[in-house]
């Protein structure tokens, strides 16, 4: 019975946290991305700590690393569905770099947002081929977003650039995945469900600004 009650106040406290960080990432605006206030990385150490900040303080980013790496969970070599996010985000980048424009880059960040929380709201388990695509094409978009920022670097800088939010990116979404996994042990569903709802709540509040941008 004392392990029900703290296994019950241990849920609780998480389902607290998740509240916090809905109302957090719902109130605090998107339109944070660099950490060097829109200056330009000008060496490795630059470059490199510029890529840890950026999917850090965009929080429509940092809702979908963290969505990534949940919304796979139960499915058959989930892992990969960040891994693949975090590559396409690569090449996002690239595109950018290259001038390509991707159409309503903002909007497809927010959406994949709200579709990835909806999917671990409603429950829903896709096959980790459709998840996998789907994290293709949101990251060639979080990617091209997260390009703005390196635009003009020297290939130091923009080396260190992309190691940095590639590491910080599976770091972080494989880092929520094993924590969620230990700590709700036997109320994953539950727990994920509690999460997607924080989460649709930031995207919709991201998807309600890119609108009216």
């Given at each position: ?76 070599r ?28 903002e ?27 789907i ?40 880092g ?38």
């Open positions: 019975m004392r392990q029900l009650k703290t296994l019950a106040s241990a849920q609780g406290r998480f389902a607290g946290a998740v509240a916090g960080l809905s109302l957090l990432l719902a109130a605090l605006p998107a339109s944070a991305h660099h950490m060097m206030g829109g200056q330009v990385p000008s060496n490795g150490f630059e470059g490199f700590m510029s890529g840890l900040a950026h999917p850090v303080i965009g929080l429509d980013h940092l809702a979908f690393v963290v969505a990534s790496g949940l919304v796979a969970i139960g499915a058959a989930g892992w990969i569905v960040p891994v693949i996010f975090a590559i396409a985000a690569l090449g996002g980048t690239g595109l950018h770099l290259q001038s390509w424009d991707l159409p309503f880059p909007l497809m960040v927010s959406g994949s947002v709200v579709l990835f929380g909806l999917l671990l709201a409603m429950g829903r388990q896709l096959p980790t081929v459709a998840l996998g695509a994290a293709l094409v949101a990251g060639l978009f979080h990617g091209y977003a997260y390009g703005e920022s390196i635009v003009g670097a020297g290939m130091v800088p923009l080396t260190a650039y992309l190691i940095g939010f590639t590491a910080i990116q599976l770091t972080i979404a494989l929520v995945r094993g924590l969620v996994q230990r700590l709700a042990e036997g109320s994953i569903a539950q727990t994920l469900r509690h999460i997607g709802f924080a989460i649709v709540g930031a995207g919709a509040a991201f998807l309600a600004s890119a609108l009216g941008a």
